[in-house]
């Protein structure tokens, strides 16, 4: 069983930052992934970021130079968003995947779709 909580989302004006975090709550040994997605009105749910290792990580390219994904330890994820735009606005979720075998978890996040999600944080960008 797996929770995710997020945390950390608000209205800022266009140009600033927020921080997202994530607890990671696992009570069974998991081979698991972790990562960012969001959902603005109307469009569909879209992959943020995520990440296996602090070399290898994942980011969308609209968000590519502005986000930075970090995780310590195995049960707190953050994602640190900068410049932030309006087309930033949506609801951001903690979401995980187990990586049932695949070689990274770059490659789980392809093939499968997420087995967990967090409840949401949701981030405003106004002008």
């Known amino acids: 069983q797996v929770q995710l909580v997020e945390s950390g989302g608000g209205s800022v004006q266009a140009g600033g930052s927020l921080r997202l975090s994530c607890v990671v709550s696992v009570y069974t040994s998991t081979n698991l992934c972790v990562g960012w997605f969001r959902q603005a009105p109307g469009k569909e749910r879209e992959r943020v970021a995520t990440i296996d290792t602090i070399s290898s990580t994942y980011y969308a390219d609209s968000v590519k130079g502005r986000f930075t994904i970090s995780q310590v330890g195995a049960k707190n994820l953050y994602l640190q968003m900068n410049s932030l735009k309006l087309e930033d606005t949506a609801m951001y979720y903690c979401?995980?995947?187990?990586?049932?075998?695949?070689?990274?978890?770059?490659?789980?996040?392809?093939?499968?779709?997420?087995?967990?999600w967090g409840q949401g944080t949701q981030v405003t960008v106004s002008s």
């Open positions: 979401a995980a995947v187990h990586r049932r075998g695949r070689p990274t978890c770059g490659s789980a996040w392809v093939v499968f779709p997420p087995d967990y």
